[in-house]
């Protein structure tokens, strides 16, 4: 009991220096002259300002009604909602959209330092290590480029999930000690989950990323793979990890195999002269101040890795095999980003890389860990001052970067959303970023879109069309059909998941030429549906109106996987609580 007490004491106390240091870190952000717009920024406010819209409205966060000259655009479909459906809540209590970016970056920062102490502390039980890895990693430059520089929100909340997948590997690949096997092996199969899963709705290319890594540190412990146990909780965790993301990645797969996207364009997301181009020379690793993104590895991460020459000697057998895995993953992570690869020469499909430098996250995390682990190792007992020297010299050396963050003259205005017009794709769009995820059709036909007015346009036939009322993905309209097939094309950017309806009967939609929502209808079929008593009163000229509806209700596949997600979240809560029932 009494260690029991003296353990959540250390604990409480390097929370606490968490939570200290990630306010102090986070002091710009009460500047309200701070530029949270530039780069990713102004992207990100809008989209969960339109995502609390939604919420507000009880509509699908899907697609977001306001945008694309209010025909809709989907960021949903493509891009994991966690940076939105989160913030948009918090918008909804604080009435701001920069201020709720500013809060959910706060948020963020301090649940990667606790999630680094957590994954830290499940691997090596020691309080120190835990605590200086997470301070190391809050602190970390490119951490930093990714909250005051880029706003890259979703890769800065993706630094929450890494250290929970290898802390969830390694807990199930390593244990030892039969009388805390099964409690290790359970902890580490959720914290993998829940890690893994976190990063599929937040950031897909961190996600691949770290698939990589996670094969390989694997691959590293194949000989532990020949347990079949360690293979079935693996395929226990992957199982619940596709079960819980499948409300994402299951309608990304169908509308990518039903429509073709900008997105996915040859070359349209990188290339290799774009990868090549944005490398890093291996001077910037060190200091790079002309640049305006901070690509520094950082001056703590170098000194305490390098100190691993010396403390490597003193680690028992099985810390020194980490170490050297993780330093080789983190060496790797380097060479990456700088000019010493040559993309021609690398296969094409790790080209989503998009950015080599987007690697120093993952040099971050592993470095991290290493740094950390050389310092306790090369001191035989760290006390809580020891790491409190750290802690200082860390905190004071982020101020070597505060020269790099953008001020206005003046407040920070909410952002508006960008109007479209017939050059937007030349450039970024407020809201809409560079229409990558438009139907390729829309995306081609960008001056129709800028030009086109807000109401239901007739194609082909001839249609009389009144009292029309559009809201949102919502809209009602009375249509007069005075032939026997109209072709009417809806107010809405293609997206799958919308329902029309003529008088309470579905009717097929189809994209159209110019990438929106087309609808086919027959005379015969209204006459078949009874919204009319015979033919030859649809022939006269005082014959009844149809009622046309358009709801956005999602497709079944979409509502599957949700449910699908429903129950992989109640089977990982279900092993959570007997986990800790077990402890």
Same mark, same amino acid.
């Given at each position: 009991?009494?260690?029991?007490?003296?353990?959540?004491?250390?604990?409480?106390?390097?929370?606490?220096?968490? /939570?200290?240091?990630?306010?102090?870190?986070?002091?710009?952000?009460? #500047?309200?002259?701070?530029?949270?717009?530039?780069?990713?920024?102004?992207?990100?406010?809008?989209?969960?300002?339109?995502?609390?819209?939604?919420?507000?409205?009880?509509?699908?966060?899907?697609?977001?009604?306001?945008?694309?000259?209010?025909?809709?655009?989907?960021?949903? @479909?493509?891009?994991?909602?966690?940076?939105?459906?989160?913030?948009? *809540?918090?918008?909804?209590?604080?009435?701001?959209?920069?201020?709720?970016?500013?809060?959910?970056?706060?948020?963020?920062?301090?649940?990667?330092?606790?999630?680094?102490?957590?994954?830290?502390?499940?691997?090596?039980?020691?309080?120190?290590?835990?605590?200086?890895?997470?301070?190391?990693?809050?602190?970390?430059?490119?951490?930093?480029?990714?909250?005051?520089?880029?706003?890259?929100?979703?890769?800065?909340?993706?630094?929450?999930?890494?250290?929970?997948? *290898?802390?969830?590997?390694?807990?199930?690949?390593?244990?030892?000690?039969?009388?805390?096997?099964?409690?290790?092996?359970?902890?580490?199969?959720?914290?993998?989950?829940?890690?893994?899963?976190?990063? @599929?709705?937040?950031?897909?290319?961190?996600?691949?990323?770290?698939?990589?890594?996670?094969?390989?540190? /694997?691959?590293?412990?194949?000989?532990?793979?020949?347990? @079949?146990?360690?293979?079935?909780?693996?395929?226990?965790?992957?199982?619940?990890?596709?079960?819980?993301?499948?409300?994402?990645?299951?309608?990304?797969?169908?509308?990518?195999?039903?429509?073709?996207?900008?997105?996915?364009?040859?070359?349209?997301?990188?290339?290799?002269?774009?990868?090549?181009?944005?490398?890093?020379?291996?001077?910037?690793?060190?200091?790079?101040?002309?640049?305006?993104?901070?690509?520094?590895?950082?001056?703590?991460?170098?000194?305490?890795?390098?100190?691993?020459?010396?403390?490597?000697?003193?680690?028992?057998?099985?810390?020194?095999? *980490?170490?050297?895995?993780?330093?080789?993953?983190?060496? @790797?992570?380097?060479?990456?980003?700088?000019?010493?690869?040559?993309?021609?020469?690398?296969?094409?499909?790790?080209?989503?890389?998009?950015?080599?430098?987007?690697?120093?996250?993952?040099?971050?995390?592993?470095?991290?860990?290493?740094?950390?682990?050389?310092?306790?190792?090369?001191?035989?007992?760290?006390?809580?001052? #020891?790491?409190?020297?750290?802690?200082?010299?860390?905190?004071?050396?982020?101020?070597?970067?505060?020269?790099?963050?953008?001020?206005?003259?003046?407040?920070?205005?909410?952002?508006?959303?960008?109007?479209?017009?017939?050059?937007?794709?030349?450039?970024?769009?407020?809201?809409?970023?560079?229409?990558?995820?438009?139907?390729?059709?829309?995306?081609?036909?960008?001056?129709?879109?800028?030009?086109?007015?807000?109401?239901?346009?007739?194609?082909?036939?001839?249609?009389?069309?009144?009292?029309?009322?559009?809201?949102?993905?919502?809209?009602?309209?009375?249509?007069?059909?005075?032939?026997?097939?109209?072709?009417?094309?809806?107010?809405?950017?293609?997206?799958?998941?919308?329902?029309?309806?003529?008088?309470?009967?579905?009717?097929?939609?189809?994209?159209?030429?110019?990438?929106?929502?087309?609808?086919?209808?027959?005379?015969?079929?209204?006459?078949?549906?009874?919204?009319?008593?015979?033919?030859?009163?649809?022939?006269?000229?005082?014959?009844?109106?149809?009622? /046309?509806?358009?709801?956005?209700?999602?497709?079944?596949?979409?509502?599957?996987?949700?449910?699908?997600?429903?129950?992989?979240?109640?089977?990982? *809560?279900?092993?959570?609580?007997?986990?800790?029932?077990?402890?």
């Amino acid at each position: 009991m009494k260690k029991f007490c003296i353990e959540n004491k250390k604990h409480i106390i390097y929370i606490l220096v968490i /939570l200290i240091v990630g306010t102090i870190i986070s002091l710009p952000l009460l #500047d309200d002259k701070l530029n949270v717009l530039r780069d990713d920024g102004i992207q990100h406010v809008l989209r969960i300002k339109e995502t609390a819209e939604c919420i507000k409205n009880f509509e699908s966060t899907k697609i977001s009604n306001n945008l694309c000259n209010s025909f809709g655009y989907s960021w949903d @479909i493509f891009y994991g909602n966690f940076t939105s459906i989160i913030p948009a *809540f918090i918008y909804l209590i604080v009435g701001s959209g920069i201020n709720t970016f500013k809060i959910f970056l706060y948020i963020l920062l301090i649940l990667s330092g606790i999630s680094m102490y957590v994954s830290t502390y499940k691997m090596f039980r020691k309080h120190e290590i835990s605590a200086i890895s997470s301070i190391i990693y809050m602190c970390a430059p490119y951490h930093l480029n990714d909250m005051y520089i880029r706003y890259a929100v979703a890769e800065f909340a993706s630094f929450i999930f890494i250290p929970l997948i *290898f802390a969830g590997l390694y807990c199930i690949l390593n244990n030892e000690d039969e009388n805390e096997k099964e409690e290790n092996s359970d902890s580490g199969l959720i914290m993998l989950v829940l890690g893994s899963s976190g990063l @599929i709705i937040t950031h897909l290319i961190s996600t691949a990323i770290t698939a990589c890594f996670a094969l390989l540190y /694997l691959l590293f412990n194949f000989k532990k793979l020949k347990n @079949i146990k360690i293979i079935r909780k693996i395929c226990i965790a992957s199982l619940l990890i596709l079960m819980i993301s499948s409300y994402f990645w299951i309608p990304l797969l169908e509308n990518s195999i039903n429509t073709d996207y900008e997105v996915y364009e040859k070359d349209k997301m990188s290339s290799t002269e774009f990868v090549n181009y944005h490398r890093v020379d291996l001077k910037d690793l060190i200091s790079n101040k002309d640049n305006f993104q901070i690509h520094e590895l950082g001056l703590v991460i170098i000194a305490l890795t390098l100190l691993t020459l010396y403390s490597i000697w003193k680690m028992n057998k099985e810390d020194r095999k *980490f170490v050297l895995i993780f330093l080789f993953f983190g060496i @790797i992570s380097i060479l990456v980003t700088t000019k010493l690869i040559n993309w021609n020469y690398v296969p094409k499909i790790f080209l989503f890389i998009q950015f080599p430098w987007r690697m120093l996250e993952f040099s971050t995390y592993f470095l991290s860990l290493v740094a950390s682990i050389s310092f306790c190792s090369a001191i035989k007992n760290v006390r809580l001052i #020891d790491v409190l020297y750290i802690v200082i010299i860390t905190v004071l050396l982020t101020g070597l970067f505060k020269d790099r963050i953008e001020y206005s003259d003046k407040k920070v205005e909410e952002p508006k959303i960008g109007i479209v017009h017939e050059k937007s794709t030349l450039g970024t769009n407020a809201g809409s970023a560079k229409f990558e995820y438009l139907p390729k059709k829309a995306y081609d036909n960008i001056k129709y879109m800028s030009e086109r007015e807000d109401k239901i346009y007739v194609l082909d036939g001839n249609c009389e069309i009144k009292n029309e009322y559009k809201s949102g993905k919502s809209l009602e309209a009375e249509i007069k059909l005075n032939s026997e097939n109209v072709k009417l094309e809806l107010p809405y950017t293609y997206y799958l998941g919308y329902s029309v309806y003529v008088d309470e009967n579905k009717v097929k939609t189809e994209e159209s030429e110019m990438g929106f929502l087309e609808v086919n209808i027959n005379k015969e079929d209204i006459i078949k549906s009874g919204s009319s008593k015979s033919t030859e009163s649809l022939d006269d000229e005082n014959k009844e109106y149809s009622k /046309l509806v358009v709801k956005y209700t999602g497709t079944i596949l979409d509502n599957v996987s949700k449910i699908i997600s429903i129950i992989g979240i109640l089977l990982i *809560f279900l092993i959570i609580v007997k986990y800790n029932k077990t402890r």
